[in-house]
């Protein structure tokens, strides 16, 4: 039961896009478009202190996975931060997936340092490991050159008391590519989109065919992620020049693990 949050109304979007505004115009304008498509204020929350939100916070459940869920976008009104707010209202939220039946929680931050307000989201990172998020994964130069990406996670229910002997078996999945695009709020950042309906696994060929699209466009890097139990995925990825850059343990569920590489130009 939520005591603090209210489910967020289509309403409450010019409201909660001003907080968001107030921290990151990025965030603003990607979540006014979210907010605003049918079914956009869905898991989404507000925190109403005096009347008048002065919060957000919400989750997005992705497709494909056992009760995984990535934290939304989570804000407090500059003129009441630093008195608790973001941790009470992460800490209500957290409780509520658990009741949920949630299993695992991600949430993603960058390293960016303003030249006047110093590391921007250097306090919410602190609040997520005080409520035990842990990180699990960093790419550098993620979003833009020197600026990198963080990826933390929190399991939301008990661990398998064997979960190291859970018996996964690979699987030979016919992966293909099918587009290659830049990643969102990124300067430079590609990755390919595939699906698993093909007649075979990609090629190093089909992998060089897509650097060079990503190389024609100017890009920085390609990031990549498959299932860890989708077998055969790894040779051609490392043998075209891909870095394995580690994992979101147990994303799709226990056992198995979004696996990351990277090619950087």
């Given at each position: 039961?939520?005591?603090?949050?209210?489910?967020?109304?289509?309403?409450?979007?010019?409201?909660?896009?001003?907080?968001?505004?107030?921290?990151?115009?990025?965030?603003?304008?990607e979540?006014?478009?979210?907010?605003?498509?049918?079914?956009?204020?869905?898991?989404?929350?507000?925190?109403?202190?005096?009347?008048?939100?002065i919060?957000?916070?919400?989750?997005v459940?992705?497709?494909?996975?056992?009760?995984?869920?990535?934290?939304?976008?989570?804000?407090?009104d500059?003129?009441?931060?630093?008195?608790?707010y973001?941790?009470?209202?992460?800490?209500?939220?957290?409780?509520?997936?658990?009741?949920?039946?949630?299993?695992?929680?991600?949430?993603k931050?960058?390293d960016?340092?303003?030249?006047?307000?110093?590391?921007?989201?250097?306090?919410?990172?602190?609040?997520?490991?005080?409520?035990?998020?842990?990180?699990?994964?960093?790419?550098?130069?993620?979003?833009?050159?020197?600026?990198?990406?963080?990826?933390?996670?929190?399991?939301?229910?008990?661990?398998?008391?064997?979960?190291?002997?859970?018996?996964?078996?690979?699987?030979?999945i016919?992966?293909?590519?099918?587009?290659?695009?830049?990643?969102?709020?990124?300067?430079?950042?590609?990755?390919?989109?595939?699906?698993?309906?093909?007649?075979?696994?990609?090629?190093?060929?089909?992998?060089?065919?897509?650097?060079?699209?990503?190389?024609?466009?100017?890009?920085?890097?390609v990031?990549?992620?498959?299932?860890?139990?989708?077998?055969?995925?790894?040779?051609?990825?490392?043998?075209?020049?891909?870095?394995?850059?580690?994992?979101?343990?147990?994303?799709?569920?226990?056992?198995?693990?979004?696996?990351?590489?990277?090619?950087?130009?």
């Open positions: 039961m939520l005591k603090l949050l209210e489910q967020m109304q289509t309403d409450d979007i010019d409201d909660v896009v001003k907080i968001i505004n107030s921290h990151d115009e990025d965030d603003a304008e979540a006014e478009e979210s907010f605003r498509a049918v079914g956009g204020c869905l898991d989404m929350f507000v925190f109403r202190h005096e009347n008048k939100i919060g957000v916070t919400g989750f459940t992705p497709p494909g996975c056992d009760r995984t869920h990535w934290l939304s976008w989570t804000y407090i500059k003129a009441y931060t630093n008195q608790g973001g941790k009470q209202i992460l800490t209500e939220l957290i409780n509520y997936l658990k009741q949920q039946d949630g299993r695992m929680l991600f949430v931050v960058s960016y340092v303003d030249d006047e307000d110093g590391a921007i989201y250097a306090a919410a990172l602190h609040v997520y490991q005080s409520l035990g998020f842990k990180i699990e994964l960093t790419h550098p130069d993620y979003y833009a050159e020197g600026e990198a990406q963080i990826c933390l996670g929190l399991r939301l229910s008990d661990t398998p008391a064997m979960i190291a002997d859970i018996d996964i078996p690979t699987e030979n016919p992966v293909q590519f099918n587009s290659v695009f830049e990643i969102a709020e990124t300067e430079g950042s590609y990755t390919f989109g595939w699906h698993d309906e093909g007649e075979q696994l990609f090629t190093r060929e089909d992998v060089s065919i897509g650097l060079e699209a990503v190389r024609e466009k100017h890009g920085r890097a990031f990549l992620s498959f299932p860890s139990n989708y077998n055969d995925i790894k040779d051609p990825l490392l043998d075209s020049g891909f870095k394995d850059s580690g994992k979101l343990p147990d994303y799709y569920e226990d056992g198995i693990h979004d696996q990351h590489y990277t090619y950087k130009f």
